[in-house]
T-cell receptor, first 115, second 110 residues
Framework: DTEVTQTPKHLVMGMTNKKSLKCEQH?????MYWYKQKAKKPPELMFV???????INESVPSRFSPECPNSSLLNLHLHALQPEDSALYLC??????????????FGPGTRLTVT | AQRVTQPEKLLSVFKGAPVELKCNYS??????LFWYVQYSRQRLQLLLR??SRESIKGFTADLNKGETSFHLKKPFAQEEDSAMYYC????????????FGTGTRLTIIP
């Protein structure tokens, strides 16, 4: 299995809802990433997990809460989001951090709409 | 700080003509440079990286440290090359952030 999978594909939520995005990989990768991509813009890094520990938080608001329960799974918990948080959320994985030339494999993304 | 600049948002090239997508970067250490591609309705995927110095789908890119550039080139464009291309930079050991340029949408005209 050489793919990163993300669920759900689409999500519509109100500003008072709590929801979660899920990402899974079975390539034995030990680094996993969350990116946010607004329309016609490049992906922007949100979080990096290395060996199930949070290693980078790009000053993301606390209404986004990442979780890495094991080496294959990455979640993004959403609470009290704003309409401007509507975007495509991409998950990626790579063999490890701290080494050169590790390719990041991207999932297809979850299209989030906040109403 | 690390920054990647792709000056062309859109680029149209006739089939069979040469292609060059420009990428310039700003980084004080020793960066790694990548080109990622996103074909229509497909996920973002790695096209090539400067360290491996390989040619993928006829594309090559050479890191020019003097000019801080990593331009993507192909001698003869094919229709299937139409896609969104992102140049990306990863910093030194311990700096795992991948920073993307704004992207260039390449359209090959039949």
């Amino acid at each position: 299995d050489t793919e990163v999978t993300q669920t759900p594909k689409h999500l519509v939520m109100g500003m008072t809802n709590k929801k979660s995005l899920k990402c899974e990989q079975h390539m034995g990768h030990r680094a996993m990433y969350w990116y946010k991509q607004k329309a016609k813009k490049p992906p922007e890094l949100m979080f990096v997990y290395s060996y199930e520990k949070l290693s980078i938080n790009e000053s993301v608001p606390s209404r986004f809460s990442p979780e890495c329960p094991n080496s294959s799974l990455l979640n993004l918990h959403l609470h009290a989001l704003q309409p401007e948080d509507s975007a495509l959320y991409l998950c990626a994985s790579s063999q490890a951090v701290g080494s050169r030339s590790y390719e990041q494999y991207f999932g297809p993304g979850t299209r989030l709409t906040v109403t | 700080a690390q920054r990647v600049t792709q000056p062309e948002k859109l680029l149209s090239v006739f089939k069979g003509a040469p292609v060059e997508l420009k990428c310039n970067y700003s980084y004080s250490g020793s960066p790694e440079l990548f080109w990622y591609v996103q074909y229509s309705r497909q996920r973002l995927q790695l096209l090539l990286r400067h360290i491996s110095r390989e040619s993928i789908k006829g594309f090559t890119a050479d890191l020019n440290k003097g000019e801080t550039s990593f331009h993507l080139k192909k001698p003869f464009a094919q229709e299937e090359d139409s896609a969104m291309y992102y140049c990306a930079l990863k910093g030194d050991f311990g700096n795992e952030k991948l920073t993307f340029g704004t992207g260039t949408r390449l359209t090959i005209i039949p």
